[in-house]
């Protein structure tokens, strides 16, 4: 079951990579640049070609630009992100990747997360394993905080406040090295990967990490999720299953 789904989701992440590198790697076309927020036309060339192309299936798909009248996470549903660091990608820095992810019943069920500027690309499907290209991927085995990477970062719509951010430093001052890449799903990727131990942000919406959580859990790891401060927002907690409970 899903497996069409599965090979469908990698060939379109697939062609919108390589139609991005070819026309928007240099000049994604930044269209507004407000605040924390930034909109290229990148974004919804890559928007237009995925929702196209997935439609077909006849699963509803929320994603980052579009209307997302109707959400539930507990539905059946393709969960994408057309361009995950696009500012990144607007500023030439190489980590941003193509998204695609399919939840059901609020499991993830398939991941694919293509890097825009390498032949990284990595996959899940339910019950089969993650993948880095050809090869499986597994969580890393650190089991104290104080020896674990974290990765993490600050969502564009999250509280910036003293207390906030205060939290944030008592937080992260337990563990080893911190990494920011400002791409939720390659974090969540290299998680699964095992180059990092734990993912954590807060207020983050769920296209940004829908399909990385695909792998991690694929990967042997395991999440948490909390409704945040939207309907798309959750508080996202993932890592390998001796640190869950030490986030």
């Not at 734990?198 to 859990?217: K, P, R």
Request: with cysteine; hydrophobic share 40%.
């Amino acid at each position: 079951m899903f497996l069409e789904e599965f090979e469908l989701a990698k060939n379109i992440a697939a062609d919108t990579a390589k139609m991005l590198n070819k026309k928007y790697l240099s000049n994604p076309g930044i269209i507004s640049s407000k605040e924390k927020d930034i909109k290229t036309e990148a974004d919804m060339v890559a928007h237009e070609y995925i929702y196209e192309n997935l439609s077909n299936t006849g699963i509803p798909i929320i994603s980052e630009e579009g209307d997302n009248e109707k959400f539930n996470l507990a539905d059946r549903q393709w969960i994408i992100d057309p361009i995950d660091g696009t500012l990144n990608l607007s500023r030439g820095f190489g980590m941003s990747a193509v998204s695609i992810s399919l939840w059901d019943g609020g499991v993830p069920i398939l991941g694919v997360v293509h890097h825009l500027f390498s032949n990284e690309v990595f996959t899940s499907f339910h019950h089969r394993g993650a993948y880095k290209n050809d090869h499986r991927i597994s969580v890393s085995t650190i089991k104290q905080k104080n020896e674990a990477i974290l990765a993490t970062g600050f969502p564009s719509g999250r509280d910036y406040s003293r207390d906030s951010l205060n939290n944030f430093i008592m937080n992260v001052q337990a563990y080893k090295k911190i990494r920011m890449l400002g791409s939720a799903a390659l974090m969540l990727a290299y998680v699964a990967c095992g180059y990092f131990d734990v993912y954590h942000e807060a207020d983050i919406y769920i296209w940004d990490v829908a399909a990385g959580l695909a792998l991690v859990s694929a990967a042997g790891g395991t999440y948490a999720i909390q409704t945040g401060s939207s309907i798309f927002k959750y508080n996202v907690k993932a890592s390998n299953k001796f640190l869950i409970d030490k986030i």
